[in-house]
């Protein structure tokens, strides 16, 4: 059963754009909700991570919002740059650890120049 | 450099072979985790070790046998694959309530 489910599975956006990633998890003791970001021949590396006492929280031009309610949350890039052509994976916890993670199944963004 | 250092970063092997992948962390993590990547599937956990105790099994098959020496090594023996088995397959490591810190994986094709 999947527990995060990720979505689009494919994103293409033009420099400059707003890139939005979607994922709703069904786990209500999920705690942590932190996003992954993949380059191809590389491991997943922590981008940003969100914990449900907030609703939303940004870092440079990453921003993840959070709705509790509707167990959804996003990740927003704005000023999307060819640079940023990952893939990227929700992922969330019951642990405050983070490190017990169901992963959703991936969205690869190609933003072209 | 990741800090999670795998080996080797490809690996072909027939149905028959045995192999041996290998996991070195240089955080000073007390867990090691092994994950199999497949296309357009989420990661999926397979072994936890905590300490060099083995925490979490997830119902992974017997032909996949791990081994984690000491706290900075972790090893995932492979005997009599599948071809279904292919996959990228990662490290990660943690120390106690840290995010996991991913190795850049081996690539295993099974023919």
């Known amino acids: 059963q999947q527990q995060v489910k990720q979505s689009p599975q494919s994103l293409i956006v033009q420099k400059g754009g707003i890139s939005i990633i979607n994922c709703a998890y069904e786990?209500?003791?999920?705690?942590?909700f932190p996003w992954y970001q993949q380059f191809p021949g590389k491991g997943p590396a922590l981008l940003i991570a969100i914990r449900p006492d907030v609703s939303e929280k940004k870092e440079g031009r990453f921003t993840i919002s959070f709705n509790k309610s509707a167990k959804q949350f996003s990740l927003h890039i704005m000023d999307s740059q060819p640079g940023d052509s990952a893939t990227y994976f929700c992922a969330a916890s019951r642990e405050t650890s983070g490190s017990r993670l169901t992963f959703g199944e991936g969205t690869q963004l190609t933003v072209n120049p | 450099e990741t800090g999670v250092t795998q080996t080797p970063r490809h690996l072909v092997m027939g149905m028959t072979n045995k192999k041996s992948l290998k996991c070195e962390q240089h955080l000073g993590h007390n867990a090691m985790y092994w994950y199999k990547q497949s296309a357009k599937k989420p990661l999926e956990l397979m072994f936890v070790y905590n300490f060099k105790e083995q925490t979490e099994n997830n119902s992974v098959p017997s032909r996949f046998s791990p081994e984690c020496p000491n706290s900075s090594h972790l090893f995932l023996h492979l005997h009599t694959l599948q071809p279904e088995d292919s996959a990228l397959y990662l490290c990660?490591?943690?120390?106690?309530?840290?995010?996991?810190?991913f190795g850049n994986g081996t690539r295993l094709t099974v023919t």
């Open positions: 786990n209500t003791a999920f705690d942590y």
């Open positions: 990660a490591s943690s120390l106690d309530y840290s995010p996991l810190h």
